[in-house]
């Protein structure tokens, strides 16, 4: 016959958490089962009287305060989210927030979290509005192309048929220094970086001279032609695609004009069709498709993104370019890859250590809190330079694909980690996972454990359940 008891599940869980306390350790402390400890947590077995001495003697808890209260500090703070203005149409009763506390702690638990993220994610948006404002700003340009871009899941099919055309008349032509030369009478001209006095390509119309800096390699020469080329023949198919995005302000169009040219200019050097053939029958080896298309690793990764015209799909790949403290520079999304707009990424993924091998392309399988998979390829890329005691610029760029399309890329070849991936998560702010040593900052809607009794090797203490 089962020991007579109270139920005190939510009061037994918060005291737990309280104390910095997984289930297992409780149960070591109270010399009872794990389940047991669940069970009851639960509410599905009753607090016994020797349970509660066996309490109130390890953690010198005040018996008679623990068993006469259930639970009235969930209710309480309950009864405060559920004023929040954007719940004000809702009717809810006092008697029913405190059924829901006493019966349902896991999901009281649930809202909790899930109002305190909500709360500082608006708190976070009005403070990042109220210093637009004060700068004079409407908006983040570079946010607002961002979005733009992915929406469109940085395809533009139309930019890829005009240019794809371009590339075929360059090539009866002879090249892209001799179209210049006869369409456009410009001629292309390698000028010492003194002489360009900080600029990688300058227009002068009154001469008719293309000016390149010298110091640059022959992928970024072709580059910076093919760019020039779309602001000479593209303009109004590219301001028409500009236009289309209605934005707020004149940073975005600006940004969003010379994202899109810079399309075009790949676009140009990397036709649709070729590139998409060529990306399939190479499983998608970025060395092998630069060199056969006279371009640079970063230039082919980030065209890699572009490949979803409707009929014509290849993988869908997320691309980011980030710096030695973080930074993110680039960033491009063809696939479902989720990423923080705001903060530091994950320190467990390979993007931030590949610093440590440059140029060595890293590979890893990813997995999210969620259980999502990727497949993520990284390397160190470097621009600038060109001369001796010349600036050079180092960062790393990944490609990362969903874990169904990895087989088809040459780099997952013979890959040890498929069945053991790297646990990551978004941010830190947004993951929530107890156990990474590897976190900066606790996540958005955890109440921290006091180390009192337990420190974690976690930098932060939460609890998982």
Known sequence: MEKQGVYLGPRLRRLRRDLGLTQADMAADLDISPSYIALMERNQRPVTAETLLRLAKAYKIDFNEFANDAGPDLASRLQAVVRDPILADIDFGSLEITDVAHSFPGFAEAMLRLHAAYKEEQFAIADYRQGAL?????????????????????????????????????????????????????????????????????????????????????????????????????????????????????????????????????????????????????????????????????????????????????????????????????????????????????????????????????????????????????????????????????????????????????YSRNHQQANSPTPIGIACRLCHRTACTSRSEPPIGRQILADTFRRPEAPFGFSDS
Not at 266 to 280: C, D, G, L, T
Not at 358 to 384: C, H, K, M, N, Y
Request: with cysteine; net charge positive.
């Open 134 to 410: 004060e700068d004079g700003i409407a908006g983040d340009p570079v946010a607002a192309v961002r979005n733009f871009l992915s929406a469109r899941r940085n395809c533009f099919p139309l930019l890829d048929a005009t240019s794809e055309k371009l590339s075929a008349k360059i090539a009866e032509t002879g090249g892209l220094v001799a179209y210049l030369k006869t369409q456009h009478g410009l001629r292309v001209r390698r000028m010492p970086s003194d002489v360009m006095t900080g600029s990688l390509r300058r227009l002068d119309w009154h001469r008719k001279d293309l000016l390149l800096d010298e110091a640059l390699d022959v992928a970024s020469q072709n580059f910076q032609l093919a760019q020039q080329l779309a602001y000479l023949e593209f303009e109004q198919d590219i301001q028409a695609a500009v236009n289309e995005a209605k934005f707020e302000n004149d940073n975005s169009r600006r940004l969003a004009h010379r994202a899109l040219a810079a399309y075009c200019a790949a676009a140009i050097i990397m036709p649709y069709a070729a590139f998409a053939r060529a990306a399939e029958n190479r499983r998608y080896d970025i060395d092998m498709l630069s060199r056969q298309f006279g371009t640079s690793f970063e230039q082919t990764a980030h065209r890699m993104t572009t490949l979803q015209k409707p009929g014509q799909e290849r993988i869908p790949f997320f691309f980011i370019r980030v710096d030695a403290a973080g930074n993110v520079s680039k960033r491009l999304n063809s696939g479902t890859f989720p990423f923080a707009r705001h903060g530091g990424g994950c320190p467990l993924w390979s993007v931030h250590q590949v610093f440590t091998t440059p140029r060595r392309i890293v590979t890893q399988w990813l997995e999210l809190p969620d259980g999502q998979r990727f497949f993520s390829i990284a390397r160190t890329v470097t621009s600038g330079g060109g001369g001796y005691n010349m600036a050079t610029v180092e960062r790393a760029v990944a490609l990362v694909c969903e874990a169904q399309y990895a087989e088809r890329l040459v």
